[in-house]
């Protein structure tokens, strides 16, 4: 899919606020293989609020979060990583209820690193 920034960012109603594109490897000018669009609002001058929304979007483009929110992951996706990490914990050669244990602490895991809330 290939969205244009500059084209999105006009139909984007910050209230307010600004709208900072971010490209992560970039090959041309709005061209890249994950694109984040921050919106902040604040009476902090322009190119402050520019370089914080930079640094928001670098972050968010680098954990590549699968949702916004819990409830809307992929639940055989879920499934599947929890599948992945249990047969990793298994060929390590860790103990079976040690392996429950962390299938718990996994599950938390997977559900906070695939979304931001």
């Known amino acids: ?3 244009c920034l500059s084209e999105e960012q006009k ?3 910050a209230d307010g ?3 900072i594109p971010y490209m992560h490897n970039s090959v041309a000018p709005g061209l890249g293989k994950i694109g984040v669009l921050v919106v902040l609002k604040s ?3 322009v190119d402050k609020l520019s370089a914080l929304g930079k640094q928001i979007a670098m972050h968010v ?3 590549a979060p699968q949702s916004l929110r819990i409830d809307d992951l992929d639940p ?3 499934e599947r990583e929890r599948a992945v990490l249990t047969e990793q914990a298994k060929e390590s ?3 079976e209820n040690i392996i429950e244990k962390n299938g718990l602490w996994s599950s938390s895991k997977i559900l906070s690193g695939g979304c931001f809330t």
């Open 1 to 3: 899919m290939r969205i």
């Open 11 to 13: 139909k984007l109603d």
């Open 17 to 19: 606020g600004i709208v």
């Open 43 to 45: 009476d902090a001058p």
């Open 61 to 63: 483009a680098a954990t």
């Open 76 to 78: 055989v996706a879920i």
């Open 93 to 95: 050669g860790r103990p």
